[in-house]
């Protein structure tokens, strides 16, 4: 059976399970994993055997590749480095030409002559100089990819006001709309500070709620401090 990691994707800052049957494949190993723009270099930071793989049942999971080795890891860091400058001229560029676009992230494709600028802006931008820049510096293939300002906040990730890492760039993979009717049927304070995320925009948690009682707080005498989940079920064995 395939054992279970997690692997931390140091280019993107982005934590992915993965299954290998390499049980060489220990904490802090890299490994090396697919990805649509080709081969990316991971770490891992957990492995959880073949329980979590039985119990949760999720053999549909992505394998890991190989375990990445001295060449791997050069290759991938100087692709970093690239990446790194790619980022930096472009930035130099836009304020140049004055072009009213916020850079994101620049991601290299190790299959193909390949690169991804991705950005945001409030409008549609004439961008064609720009790229002509950037393909006479890079001599590959320039695609200027608008992303809209959930997707920054899921691509470069930070903590939430509830003290945790985004939803959105921990496991959310698809970004659904989020309206302030369900904030409404939870009785949330309607001050948008209060009830927005980091991208300005409205809490994905806001959805998780929504039809099984909410955020309500109700102070009666069912309410238990310091609930245990596991002492709940010890209990109910012993009857």
Known sequence: MDNVILVKIDSRNDLLHFRSQDVDIKLD??????????????????????????IRSIPCIPAILRKANGRDIESFSKKNREEKRAYEYCQNRIKEREIPIK?????FFTTEKKAIFYFTSEGRI????????????????????????????????????????????????????????MAKKQNLNMNPIKISGMCGRLMCCLSYEETVGGRVVIEDQDERVGYDEEDDLVAEDKK
């Open 29 to 54: 190993d890299c490994v090396v994993i697919q990805s649509i723009t080709g081969e990316e270099l991971g770490k891992v930071v957990k492995h959880f055997g073949e329980t979590f793989s039985a």
């Open 126 to 181: 004439d961008f064609r100089d720009l790229v002509k820049d950037l393909a006479k510096k890079f001599r590959m293939r320039i695609e200027m990819r608008q992303i809209g300002i959930r997707d920054e906040a899921k691509m470069i990730g930070g903590v939430g006001i509830c003290g945790r890492q985004l939803c959105c760039k921990t496991f959310l993979n698809n970004l659904e709309p989020i309206t302030l009717q």
């Open 103 to 107: 850079l994101v992230r620049v991601t």
